[in-house]
Every structure is written in C-alpha cells, then in structure tokens.
C-alpha cells in the first residue's frame, strides 16, 4: 500500500540534465533567483548595494524583470502594491544596514494591511555574524532584529543549500492568511561564492489556509438569523480574501446594512441599497452600528480608524471574523472566530437562515440622509467637487493609491471606489510618500490599465525621485499632486489644538517643471478644469503629472463631542 505521504516527485529528465551539469559561472545569487522564478515570481523590486552585489548580478541570468526604484522604501511601497494587486508574493531585494532599514516603513504599511512582500536582504559577511563588533560596512549587531517586530517572519541564511529552502518558506509564510511581509537576510559571502548546488527547478509551496471552527459559525449563524437588527462591518480582510462576492450574498439574505473600513473600500457596492459605505468618522453611521442587536465584524480588528477613535460602543452581540490572532476580540468582547474571510463567509451562507425585513433600506437611507445633511452644514463644496471630479475622471475599474493628505482623508468616507481591490491607501500603518511609488507597482502588475496616484505636496516630496522610476519603465501612472504649501492636516490640527501651525509651511518646487525635467508631461489645473486634465491625462500613456494648487479643509469630526 503506497500512502500520499510515501509519494516522491521524482525529476524529469531535463531536470536530471540540468542537476548533474549546472552551467558555469552561477553563485549564491543565481540560487536566490532561480527559487524565485520556481516558486512564480516573475517581476522583482529593489535597489542594489554592495552587498547585495551577487544577487542582483544573478538577475541578468534569469528571466525576472526587475523594477528598480530610487529610495528602497518606495521600493518597499511598490512591492507592497504589486502584493495587493496581484494576490502574490511580491519580491523585494535590499542591501545590507541603511539599504534594509530605509524599508521599515513600507514593510510596517504591509504588515497592516496584509500586503504579501518577500524581502530579501544581504548580510554581512558569515565570519561577522553573532553580535560582535567588527567592522564591517553596514554592520548591525543584530540585522534581524530590527524587523521581527514589523515583519511576519524572519530567516537568516547561513549557507548555500539554505536559500531555496528559506525563501519557500518565507514565501508560504507571506501567502498564508493574514497576508503580510516576511524578511530573508543572506550573507555577501554566501550570495558571491561560487555554487556547486545544481539549478533550483522546483518551488511548490502550499500556503495554509485557515477554515472557521465549525461549532463558532453555527452559532453565529444562529444569532445573525434571528436578529432584529444585524449589520455588517467589512474590512481588509474580505479585500485580501477576495471575498467581496460571499459578503454581498449574505448581507442579501439577512437584510443587513453593511458599512466598509477604510481598509474595506469597495468590498461592498456604494449604490447598492444596504450599503451604509464608508462614514465611520460619523456619528450618526456609529450611533446606528450600536444599534446593532448583532454586528458581524468581517476582516477587522475595530481599530483607532474603524471605531470613530474608539468612540464606538456596540451594545448587542459582536461576532468578529479576523485571520489575524492579535486582532481576534482586541478592542470588543466577541464571538470570535479565527479564520479566512472568505471561508467563514462561506460556512455562514451554507448555515444561516434568510430574513426579510422591509425597513433596512429605508433605515439605511435615513442614516447617510443624516451624514449629507452634516457635511452640506460646513461648506465644503470645493472639496466633495474636487472628490467628484477625481470619480468622474478615473476610468471604473482603475486603481487608485492615495498618501496620508486632506483629499485621501476625504476620499476614505466619501470615495466610491467601484468595486474590491481598486482604491488603496497608507491608513495602515499611516506613514507620508505612499501614493506614487505604490502607484508604480500597480501599474507594473498591470500595465493594461491607467493607475492613480494621489498626494498632498509635503507626501510628494517623499517620492519625486521615483520621476525618473515611472520614465525609465514608462509606467502608466498619472500623479496627482494637491499643492496647499505644506502638511495641511497637520495645519489643521495644530490650529484646532494651539491656535497656531508650527513646521507645516513648506517651499516646494514648481512641481510642473521638475515632472517635465524628468521627462514626465506636467500640467497645473485648476478644480474647474480638475475632471478633464486628469481624464487626458490618464487616457494617455505612460506616466503623467497634474499639479492642483488648492487648499482643501476637512469636514468637522464627531469623535470630539
């Protein structure tokens, strides 16, 4: 009797071939990516160093197209993009000390929004490993350890024959629920050394998944179908999950409203007559999810954004579907289920009962009646007509990447972003630089579609470099670039808080000319005529720059009392 466990993938002949004569001249850096192309990858991100040498010299060895960027953490940034788009684990190749560190942030942007990025670093050389002091160049006394509390996984190579073996773990680290970023460091010497290690022609890794405990969805299943009042509130994590179908499916049969993070865009349809969409900064939106007698709670962990600033009280029973163990009844007690979005919805539409319930669209409509009518008290027209011209020039179905500016503050309660996975933002871990470059891995991941990059001038000044990343690829980018003179939210909150700004002001470049000095077709707008630039804009192809001089306000929060 033969069992699954006794069966072995015995290799073909060509891989026999390719293992007895491996060609000459491979090192540690071919072994890196050649498990890289085994396991699927196909596009690579980075920035080269020192260090890092054998590697990227291994790349004109293979068949990996490499986007190298300016700055390794945009590097990071269009990694983490590519991740999001793509659903796959997006290689990132880094150099050793301030080349690695320079990623933290992007990787802390990752790891809060479940983007799947493999970052590979170099290392010093073996003989410095351990904590001493010896003088190497780039020499940390402990590399790893500035990652593990950002990263999902840390794996430190120490030989040759470790590297496939490393990287498939990371990868099916990266790939099992929640998604997130990993790290792999591997030593100068080890990516330089000449290798005796045959060609890696395999890779399969088989990421686990993560099925609901079937007793917790039967009893969830129980309280959603006998609800008076249920409601939903969709995160990321039915993003990531892919699970935007299933959530529509059961919000249809138990009659229940649906409001969606901020991490959640389009996880559910805008119009559709549930649909509570994103006002979480609202009152009246939090007064009604207390209402809930149950609240399920699908791919979030109700944090500082998704609870009004932790103004949100829920009053009836919470059940709360979340991949993420730490973030399993962080802020609220709950039913908890530890599982993927997309399975635990699933188990729920094969178990719950149907509801009917005549008043939820009308009660829907009351709630976002009542929203309309606050902001419309605060004049701010040239804002929502700024929002609407952005929506009106962007084709349905283009991505959008928005950095931590006043419009993407608006656009996270406001924008419809017409359908799952298409508008993204920093509000993870809320870091400055994040529109464009990420912008720049999307477009990179699927160059048949324009991509959208939005950001204040203070977040610009983050990734101008990458100017010459968006011409070098000709990636079909258009940036645009709302110029308030400064960090206009932190204006804004200075003022609330003190009375005055302090460090907001800033001298910019004629963001028009730097763009055209890159190559890159520039064009200054007006909120008149905001709609039509940016459509031309975005029809055309290749990377594009539309700078809006404009100082926009935020609307008033209600979290304050």
């Known amino acids: 009797m033969t069992h699954d466990h006794d069966l072995v993938l015995r290799p073909t002949a060509a891989q026999t071939e390719a293992a007895l004569n491996p060609p000459p001249g491979r090192n540690g850096g071919d072994l890196v990516v050649e498990t890289l192309a085994g396991l699927g990858a196909t596009t690579v991100f980075g920035l080269p160093g020192q260090h890092a040498l054998g590697m990227f010299d291994a790349l004109r060895r293979s068949d990996l197209r ?66 001493g002091r010896h003088g190497y160049l780039h020499e940390l006394p402990d590399q790893a350890a500035s990652f593990r509390g950002v990263v999902k996984s840390v794996h430190t190579v120490r030989t040759q024959s470790q590297i496939p073996s490393a990287i498939a773990e990371a990868w099916t680290s990266a790939l099992t629920v929640p998604h997130g970023p990993v790290w792999v460091e591997i030593p100068q010497d080890v990516l330089l050394s000449e290798t005796p290690i045959p060609v890696v022609t395999g890779g399969d890794t088989f990421p686990e998944e993560l099925p609901p405990r079937p007793e917790l969805t039967a009893v969830a299943a129980d309280l959603l179908s006998r609800a008076e009042r249920p409601a939903i509130i969709a995160g990321g994590g039915v993003v990531r999950a892919d699970a935007s179908g299933k959530l529509r499916q059961l919000a249809e049969r138990l009659q229940a409203p649906v409001v969606t993070t901020f991490g959640g865009k389009g996880a559910f349809p805008w119009t559709h007559p549930l649909s509570l969409q994103s006002w979480l900064e609202d009152r009246h939106t939090t007064d009604f999810l207390e209402d809930a007698d149950v609240l399920l709670v699908v791919g979030s962990g109700l944090g500082e954004l998704s609870s009004n600033y932790h103004t949100f009280k829920p009053r009836g029973r919470v059940v709360q579907i979340e991949a993420d163990l730490g973030k399993l009844e962080s802020n609220h007690p709950a039913l908890g289920i530890h599982a993927d979005a997309r399975l635990a919805l699933q188990a729920l539409l094969e178990t719950v009962t149907d509801r009917t319930d005549p008043t939820a669209a009308d009660r829907v409509r009351e709630v976002l009646g009542k929203v309309r009518e606050r902001i419309e008290s605060q004049e701010l027209t040239l804002e929502q007509d700024v929002l609407a011209a952005v929506r009106g020039a962007l084709p349905p179905g283009a991505p959008s990447f928005w950095d931590m500016t006043i419009l993407a503050y608006w656009a996270w309660s406001a924008f419809d972003a017409k359908g799952p996975n298409a508008m993204h933002s920093a509000q993870g871990a809320g870091g400055l630089g994040y529109g464009f470059p990420a912008a720049l891995g999307a477009a990179a991941a699927d160059p048949t579609r324009p991509v959208l990059a939005v950001s204040g001038d203070g977040g610009a000044l983050y990734s101008i470099a ?90 008033a929060p209600t979290h304050l009392g």
């Open 466 to 555: 990458e100017l010459a990343t968006a011409r070098q690829y000709d990636l079909n980018v258009t940036w645009l670039i709302v110029d308030d003179g400064g960090y206009g939210i932190l204006r804004e909150y200075m003022t609330d808080a003190f009375g005055q700004p302090t460090a907001t002001e800033l001298t910019r470049p004629d963001y028009v000319a730097l763009a055209e000095s890159f190559g890159v077709p520039g064009v200054r707008t007006s909120p008149e005529s905001l709609e039509a630039d940016l459509a031309k804009a975005l029809s055309a192809p290749g990377p594009s720059v539309v700078v809006l001089p404009a100082v926009l306000r935020m609307f």
């Open 66 to 131: 490499y986007i190298g960027l300016r700055v390794e953490n945009n590097a990071g940034f269009a990694a983490d993009a590519y991740g999001r788009i793509t659903g796959e684990a997006a290689p990132l190749l880094l150099s050793t000390g301030p080349g690695a560190l320079t990623s933290l942030a992007a990787l802390q942007e990752a790891r809060a929004a479940s983007a799947p990025v493999l970052a590979i670093s170099s290392q010093i050389p073996t003989a410095g490993l351990g904590g």
